[in-house]
């Protein structure tokens, strides 16, 4: 028995086979999968942050997150933005090392509690936030104009037909877009379980002392919720093409790619674009830290 056996059998919507098998595959992977599986856990992930703090803290996500706030401070040192949103900003992690220097107000959009209370502990003091704390599909036609609007790992939580709504809502209110994303490939269904077992394995690799809690809190949620029939999903990732397409699509001009960073699942990116609010500045509720 192999892992992508394990898998095959997740995709058939055989879950307890899938255990089976990988509990028979002697790999950080088979054995993930298996303990995940026979965990009886529900498949959320970024409402238990704990194990998406361990996951974005170690592994190549030091370097990947070096390499973001890089990008980004070249944005903000481009444009000088006066207002800013930020789309999943998460526990802040990439907005506020790239912040230096500047101080934009901001509108923070992230749909967990947990995660956006550390961002807005991060933040320095006297900024102008105005905090949604809720998914961006559900604000997005009652937020304002924006000289940035930036979005990093996060976008791809959206399926493909909501992130073509919530970008085409963004194209008028923004003067220039950021987009941090991964360059997935688009492969065949077998090809692709060959890659899911191929770059999950090098994923928990990466891990020690908090692979257990990183692959049952995280990892093994997200990659079975790819595969599993009715399972909760959080990812609809894509090409850098399809990204750039998505964008032209949404009503987006000067659609850029540019490659960040070598991750352990695919290659990094940060897109750039022009909406059609050149020179925004964000005129809503604010509150002041």
């Given amino acids: ?25 002697d790999s950080l992977l088979g054995r993930a999968l298996a303990e995940y599986l026979g965990s009886g856990a529900d498949g ?3 409402d238990r942050p704990e194990a998406f703090r361990a996951f974005i803290d170690g592994g190549g996500n030091v370097g990947l997150y070096d390499a973001v706030t890089r990008a980004l401070t070249a944005v903000y040192d481009r444009v000088r933005p006066g207002s800013l ?3 999943g900003c998460g526990d802040g992690r990439a907005l506020v090392p790239a912040l ?11 749909p967990s509690s947990a995660l956006l209370g550390t961002a807005l502990g991060r933040l320095p003091a006297g900024l102008d936030v105005d905090v949604r704390d809720a998914e961006v ?11 940035v609007a930036q ?11 909501v992130r073509d709504g919530v970008l085409a809502a963004l194209a008028p209110r923004v003067g220039t877009l950021a987009v941090v994303e991964f360059d997935v490939p688009d492969l065949s269904p077998a090809q692709r379980l060959a890659f899911l077992a191929e770059t999950y394995e090098r994923g928990l690799a990466e891990y020690d002392g908090d692979r257990d809690l990183v692959a049952r809190g995280f990892l093994m949620p997200v990659l079975t919720g790819q595969l599993l029939p009715g399972a909760v999903r959080s990812t609809w990732e894509q090409p850098a093409a399809a990204w750039a397409a998505q964008a032209t699509r949404a009503g987006f001009s000067d659609v850029r790619v540019t490659p960040l960073f070598d991750y ?9 674009a022009s909406g059609a609010a050149p020179g925004a500045r964000s005129s809503g509720r604010t509150a002041v830290r």
């Fill in 1 to 25: 028995m192999t892992i992508i056996a394990a898998l095959e059998a997740l995709a058939a919507g055989e879950p307890e086979r899938a255990r089976t098998v990988a509990g028979g595959v």
């Fill in 44 to 46: 959320t992930v970024y």
């Fill in 85 to 87: 949103l930020d789309v």
């Fill in 100 to 110: 230096a220097g500047h101080r934009p107000r901001l509108t923070l959009v992230e």
């Fill in 137 to 147: 599909q559900e604000v997005v036609g009652d937020l304002d104009r924006y000289d």
């Fill in 151 to 161: 979005s990093t790992f996060a976008l791809h939580a959206l399926p493909h037909v």
């Fill in 264 to 272: 352990w699942s695919s290659p990094a990116f940060l897109l750039t």
